[in-house]
């Protein structure tokens, strides 16, 4: 599978950007996905994942309540919207996907969970 992540950019604080990761390759409505963030100098972590419906969400506990994350199968797309920007969000963005289909409701948080990765989108918040 190929994921392409796009839309980072630079925000002021408090504003807001919208990321999107397009997925190729598999049946994307089969397979949970993820968002994942690295902030210079640290590991990565999670932010956000989705189940293969749509219907399940989970979240981090810094980004809930500002950020949502959403998919759209019929274009092979998972979106991070990303509302009330704060200078810690500053970071390299990732889209990731598990190497298994994925049962239903399933919202994996580990960075293990997941075999593909995007090339990153770096978003930049200034204060």
């Known amino acids: 599978v190929q994921l392409q992540a796009s839309g980072g950019g630079l925000v002021q604080a408090g504003g807001s950007l919208r990321l999107s990761c397009a997925a190729s390759?598999?049946?994307?409505?089969?397979?949970?996905m993820g968002w994942f963030r690295q902030a210079p100098g640290k590991e990565r972590l999670f932010v956000a994942a989705?189940?293969?419906?749509?219907?399940?969400?989970n979240y981090a506990d810094s980004v809930k309540g500002r950020f949502t994350i959403s998919r759209d199968n019929a274009k092979n797309t998972v979106y991070l919207q990303m509302n009330n920007l704060k200078p810690e969000d500053t970071a390299v963005y990732y889209c990731?996907?598990?190497?298994?289909?994925?049962?239903?409701?399933?919202?994996?948080?580990?960075?293990?969970?997941?075999?593909?990765w995007g090339q990153g989108t770096l978003v930049t918040v200034s204060s």
């Open positions: 990731a996907a598990p190497l298994y289909r994925s049962v239903m409701g399933y919202t994996p948080i580990r960075e293990g969970d997941y075999d593909h």
């Open positions: 390759g598999r049946t994307f409505s089969s397979y949970a």
């Open positions: 989705i189940s293969r419906s749509g219907s399940t969400t």
